[in-house]
Nanobody, 117 residues
């Protein structure tokens, strides 16, 4: 079973920055897709950023230009640099990977990000 350990959440004022990290229990080359999702209270979980093994990156318009996803294969880590944070970025952020072996999809435990105005 793949283990994903997240870190880096916390509280910050609007305009501030945070970096989230997700370390996997196996090589990132095991996964076809890696990404970050978030879920605010009463809201559906939504994609924040994704990166494929070939390096193709996708962001929704809500975070484009402010968030940057990256991967460090040597450390089995996927990171999310979040700049110019807004109160509406407040949510629990989850790391997600999609592999080629059942059960295919794995989630981290989630890390809270709180942005105050």
């Amino acid at each position: 079973q793949v283990q994903l350990v997240e870190s880096g959440g916390g509280s910050v004022q609007a305009g501030g920055s945070l970096t989230l990290s997700c370390t996997a229990s196996e090589t990132l080359n095991s996964f076809n897709l890696m990404g970050w999702y978030r879920q605010a209270p009463g809201q559906q979980r939504e994609l924040v950023a994704s990166i494929t093994t070939s390096g193709r990156i996708n962001y929704p318009d809500s975070v484009k230009g402010r968030f940057t996803i990256s991967r460090d294969n040597a450390k089995n880590t996927v990171s999310l640099q979040m700049n110019s944070l807004k109160p509406e970025d407040t949510a629990v952020y989850y790391c997600n990977v999609v592999g080629s072996v059942f059960p295919y999809i794995h989630w981290g435990q989630g890390t809270q990000v709180t942005v105050s105005s």
